[in-house]
């Protein structure tokens, strides 16, 4: 019987799981209750199994009935702080909601646990299953790397995959990947500029902030156009602009914060220079104090190009050529599995989950309050997780 075959007996199981995870949906790093699902979703198998520290994250080892190279699958567990507006299932906590499908990528993952498990035997190699919680801006995948989970097996992998589930864009059960850059790194600025408060009919009297705040925000918009190749896009964004209570008087600050994202190591390197530099340079013409603080958050995914390869032939094999989609662009988001790709070749993969009777050009994306995800997808993500690591072993042994 093949994974395709096995993964569909087990739908059952795998939709109850992630029912479960999905009513109750845990933010951040400490997912206790999540973590407690995971051990007993993968009891019983034969895995060594590993908690984290810092996190409530598990390291789960497969050995394979003979020696061989190691693969490492990731499957994040966390989940978003926003109020549930879907349909029948819901979360119970009012505030947290499985808006980015990280419930279905955690029951994907068990599932391909208990499939690879079940062919053992077969295996000439490890498999590292990671679960990972803290995706969603708290370096969850960083942690569990300085950790030690890239080791766990007693060798670094060879090659490591990541599923992502879509709510819309992506037809349900298509797969799409591309070589290179995959998602966009995502950097935070947030600038305080200061001065001297004072009455607005006098502003010479005083050392008025907005202004220059104001000169900053379209300073950094022409940067992007002026300091950076078109072919390798910036994308700045000011989401927050804070000043003064009232129309008559001169604050003493203004502060905004900027999200950055790009789409290589080069761009991304240069942006904190140019940014701070550009602001610190207009607040001093101004007469002005600044501070300005600068956070890099993700690095850039990039796939390896021979492991996207090997996705597509892996998912052309086993789904057929109209299951599989090779993407024009990176997305514009981000995500914290560029740590793993910055260490170990590897390929982040999207599925398309969409409701099948909705348009996903017009469903509700990811992170949104409404947004759903389709059970039906679960056990070919399950299968795929499964085939690239038995597939990547048996190439890798060759």
Same mark, same amino acid.
Request: proline share 9%; net charge negative.
């Given at each position: 019987m093949s994974f395709r075959e096995s993964a569909a007996d087990m739908r059952d199981e795998l939709v109850r799981l992630r029912h479960a995870l999905?009513?109750?949906?845990?933010?951040?790093?400490?997912?206790?209750?999540?973590?407690?699902?995971?051990?007993?979703?993968?009891?019983?198998?034969?895995?060594?199994v590993r908690l984290g520290e810092k996190l409530s994250s598990v390291t789960a080892v497969l050995r394979g009935a003979r020696p061989g190279p190691t693969v490492l699958l990731r499957g994040d567990m966390d989940a978003l702080p926003v109020s549930e507006r879907a349909g029948e299932l819901a979360s119970r906590f009012e505030g947290r909601m499985h808006a980015c499908g990280h419930d279905l990528h955690t029951t994907m993952l068990a599932g391909a646990a208990h499939l690879l498990s079940g062919r053992r035997d077969r295996l000439a190699g490890n498999v590292v299953f990671m679960f990972q919680p803290g995706e969603e801006g708290h370096d969850g995948a960083k942690i569990m790397i300085d950790e030690g989970t890239l080791d766990a097996a007693g060798e670094r992998p060879v090659a490591a995959y990541a599923l992502h589930v879509t709510s819309a864009m992506l037809p349900q059960g298509t797969f799409l990947t591309k070589g290179g850059p995959m998602m966009s790194a995502i950097d935070e600025l947030v600038v305080t500029v200061r001065g001297a408060g004072g009455h607005g009919s006098a502003p010479h009297r005083a050392k008025d902030p907005v202004p220059a705040a104001c000169e900053m925000v379209l300073a950094l918009q022409t940067m992007v156009t002026r300091s950076f190749d078109v072919f390798d896009p910036v994308v700045v964004t000011v989401g927050s602009f804070h000043a003064g209570t009232v129309s008559n008087v001169i604050p003493e600050e203004a502060r905004f914060a900027v999200t950055i994202r790009s789409f290589s190591p080069a761009a991304h390197e240069r942006l904190q220079e140019r940014t701070v530099t550009l602001v610190r340079g207009i607040a001093a013409a101004h007469g002005l104090d600044v501070e300005a603080d600068y956070r890099a958050i993700y690095p850039v995914t990039v796939n390896d190009g021979a492991e996207a390869d090997f996705v597509a032939e892996t998912v052309r094999e086993v789904y057929g050529e109209q299951r599989f989609l090779r993407a024009a662009n990176p997305f514009t988001g981000s995500e914290d599995f560029s740590y793993v790709c910055d260490q170990v070749p590897s390929a982040f993969v999207a599925l398309g989950a969409c409701p099948s009777?909705? #348009?996903?050009?017009?469903?509700?994306?990811?992170? $949104?309050?409404? %947004? +759903?995800? #389709?059970?039906?997808?679960?056990?070919?993500?399950? $299968?795929?997780? %499964? +085939?690239?690591?038995?597939?990547?072993?048996e190439t890798a042994a060759v």
């Open positions: 999905h009513r109750e949906p845990e933010l951040g790093l400490d997912l206790p209750r999540t973590q407690e699902k995971v051990l007993g979703a993968i009891s019983g198998l034969p895995l060594d009777d909705r #348009d996903p050009e017009k469903a509700a994306y990811n992170h $949104a309050p409404d %947004a +759903e995800f #389709d059970d039906a997808v679960l056990p070919d993500g399950a $299968a795929l997780y %499964a +085939e690239l690591a038995a597939r990547r072993l």
